[in-house]
């Protein structure tokens, strides 16, 4: 009695019996019987025939012995080379490097109003409590010292 096989999706179903399509395609191209291919394989008629209608119960390596028959085996290396998702999802899992600040830290006032800076007789200068360039300058943080620790042995 054959084992039980994982259901597939009907997309993938189709799949397979559009493989054994082409392999079935394939063996009639170069005009071998069923029954030739079968023996070559090693395999009975049944399951070649089974094989050429996208079987799921087929083992792989069936489908690989009716490759070698028709001497296609090596396009089972395409299978999976490129893999796009899995190389975004491998990107997407790379770290990236924080930037290193190469300029000085400014720290930034709160944004005043339009309505602020316009009214009252006063200009955006004196409302946001810049008088002179020296008071500009001081709200510029020098860059912090980098300590150089020692490094413990372990």
């Known amino acids: 009695m054959a084992k039980k096989t994982a259901p597939l999706l009907p997309s993938t179903d189709a799949l397979l019996a559009q493989f054994g399509d082409r392999l079935r395609l394939a063996r009639q191209r170069r005009r071998l019987s069923a029954k030739q291919v079968a023996e070559r394989a090693g395999m009975s008629p049944m399951t070649l025939r089974s094989l050429e209608r996208g079987g799921s119960g087929v083992t792989m390596g069936a489908y690989l012995a009716v490759m070698q028959v028709l001497g296609i085996e090596s396009d089972l290396g395409l299978l999976g080379a490129a893999d796009p998702q899995g190389r975004e999802l491998q990107d997407a899992r790379l770290t990236r490097r924080k930037a290193v600040p190469t300029e000085p830290t400014v720290r930034r006032m709160p944004a005043v109003p339009k ?26 943080q020098p860059p912090e010292p980098v300590s150089q620790k020692p490094k413990k042995a372990r």
């Open 115 to 140: 309505q602020e800076l316009s009214g009252g007789g006063k200009n955006w200068r004196e409302q946001g409590g810049f008088t002179d360039s020296e008071a500009l300058a001081g709200l510029i």
